[in-house]
């Protein structure tokens, strides 16, 4: 299965994803600056994997930290944390990920911990959320699957699977233990402009695991619905608030769609991508570079001066969704909800 980063011990390896899929290009970072720039340039991308690496953002600022206290190396870890949260703004794993490193270092610091041992418990909370990560996924697609029947066609839109996590998926994740459980399935990827993460990313990922996609334009959604292609809608999430669900923008046109259509409509996330203490006005939606518009890679296809509007993500109210995936199970909304509140209350399951 394809792997989006590598931990090389001091330094942080990760696949290129503006350059897939003509090309399979790592880059080694060995400083959170430079974990950081990959975050905001999409070289990574996806909610669950930017928290994975901005954690090991982190642990490289430890490593690299000169500081021979353990409030100086704080300190440097601290700012290394704001910088890295400054990349992205709605995708709400990046902050809880570096809250829960910081979380870590700030107990041993107050308990007494030096400067060797707060370099070793960065990383290993950094490895530990990765592989956490990897088992939520392959929990999600556990119970997700059982949504899918033989012979079903999947719809997904951007890319949630193994290049946007620590490995397996979430949406995809869902489809790939559906065909690991024996089922015949097919998935229709939507382009997802203007990035078009679904037709360089995901068609990449199913095709590279043998599963069988077609590769559809955004503006095709309406018309391959109404001509009965599609049985069931699996898209990830980047936050999961109280009243719906901010994913890649087209998701909520294509969540309308499904609703017109009698389609479910599923999202795939980890509990890390929950936020049900804030509602959709809370959240800061990225607006990105107009030239990402205006532009497909080098070439230009809009006159120049043409005003661009390009938010990053949409909202899709809760009505629109059928169900919710985490690694605990299938939840109406009205159950997500409960369900977690009753969780923090009650302490891990």
């Given at each position: 299965?394809?792997?989006?980063f590598?931990w090389?011990?001091?330094?942080?390896?990760i696949?290129?994803?503006?350059?897939l899929?003509?090309?399979?290009?790592?880059?080694?970072l060995s400083?959170p600056?430079e974990?950081a720039?990959a975050?905001?340039k999409m070289?990574?991308?996806?909610?669950?994997?930017?928290?994975?690496?901005?954690?090991?953002?982190?642990?490289?600022?430890?490593?690299?930290?000169?500081a021979?206290?353990?409030?100086?190396?704080l300190?440097?870890?601290?700012?290394?944390a704001e910088?890295?949260?400054?990349?992205?703004?709605t995708?709400?794993?990046?902050?809880?990920?570096?809250?829960?490193v910081?979380?870590?270092?700030?107990?041993?610091a107050?308990?007494?911990?030096?400067?060797?041992e707060?370099?070793?418990?960065?990383?290993?909370?950094?490895?530990?959320i990765?592989?956490?990560?990897?088992?939520?996924?392959?929990?999600?697609g556990?119970?997700?699957?059982?949504?899918?029947?033989d012979?079903?066609?999947?719809?997904t839109?951007?890319?949630?699977?193994?290049?946007?996590?620590?490995g397996?998926?979430?949406?995809?994740?869902?489809?790939?233990?559906?065909?690991?459980?024996?089922k015949s399935?097919?998935?229709?990827?939507?382009e997802?402009?203007?990035l078009l993460?679904?037709a360089r990313?995901?068609a990449y990922?199913?095709l590279?695991?043998?599963?069988?996609?077609?590769?559809?334009?955004?503006n095709?959604?309406?018309?391959?619905?109404?001509?009965?292609?599609?049985?069931?809608?699996v898209?990830?999430a980047?936050?999961?608030?109280?009243?719906?669900?901010f994913?890649?923008?087209?998701t909520?046109?294509?969540?309308v769609?499904?609703?017109?259509?009698?389609?479910?409509?599923?999202?795939?996330?980890?509990s890390?991508?929950?936020?049900l203490s804030?509602?959709?006005?809370d959240?800061?939606?990225?607006?990105?570079?107009?030239?990402?518009?205006?532009?497909?890679g080098?070439?230009?296809?809009?006159?120049?001066g043409?005003?661009?509007?390009?938010?990053?993500f949409?909202?899709?109210p809760?009505?629109y969704?059928?169900?919710?995936?985490?690694e605990?199970?299938v939840?109406?909304?009205?159950?997500?909800?409960?369900?977690?509140?009753?969780?923090?209350?009650?302490?891990?399951r």
């Amino acid at each position: 299965m394809l792997r989006s980063f590598e931990w090389r011990g001091d330094k942080l390896a990760i696949l290129d994803q503006t350059r897939l899929p003509g090309e399979e290009i790592w880059l080694e970072l060995s400083r959170p600056e430079e974990v950081a720039e990959a975050i905001k340039k999409m070289r990574v991308r996806g909610a669950p994997l930017i928290g994975v690496v901005a954690a090991f953002g982190l642990a490289l600022a430890a490593l690299g930290s000169g500081a021979r206290t353990p409030d100086g190396l704080l300190a440097d870890v601290r700012e290394a944390a704001e910088l890295l949260k400054s990349t992205r703004p709605t995708a709400v794993n990046l902050f809880w990920a570096i809250d829960r490193v910081m979380g870590v270092l700030g107990k041993a610091a107050e308990r007494g911990a030096g400067v060797d041992e707060l370099r070793r418990l960065a990383v290993e909370e950094a490895v530990r959320i990765a592989d956490e990560d990897i088992q939520m996924n392959r929990r999600i697609g556990m119970h997700g699957e059982k949504l899918v029947p033989d012979g079903a066609t999947v719809m997904t839109h951007c890319n949630a699977g193994a290049l946007a996590t620590a490995g397996y998926g979430t949406a995809l994740g869902v489809i790939r233990a559906a065909v690991e459980a024996g089922k015949s399935i097919r998935v229709i990827a939507t382009e997802t402009r203007p990035l078009l993460q679904g037709a360089r990313l995901t068609a990449y990922e199913l095709l590279k695991d043998g599963i069988p996609v077609m590769l559809i334009t955004d503006n095709m959604v309406g018309y391959v619905m109404s001509k009965g292609m599609v049985d069931l809608v699996v898209v990830g999430a980047d936050r999961i608030v109280r009243d719906g669900v901010f994913n890649k923008i087209g998701t909520y046109t294509i969540a309308v769609l499904a609703r017109e259509h009698g389609i479910p409509f599923y999202v795939a996330a980890p509990s890390s991508t929950l936020d049900l203490s804030r509602s959709s006005r809370d959240v800061v939606v990225e607006e990105r570079d107009p030239e990402e518009v205006t532009h497909v890679g080098p070439v230009r296809i809009a006159p120049e001066g043409v005003e661009v509007f390009n938010p990053a993500f949409d909202f899709t109210p809760m009505r629109y969704v059928t169900a919710i995936i985490t690694e605990d199970g299938v939840f109406k909304p009205e159950e997500l909800i409960a369900y977690y509140s009753q969780s923090r209350t009650e302490g891990p399951r």
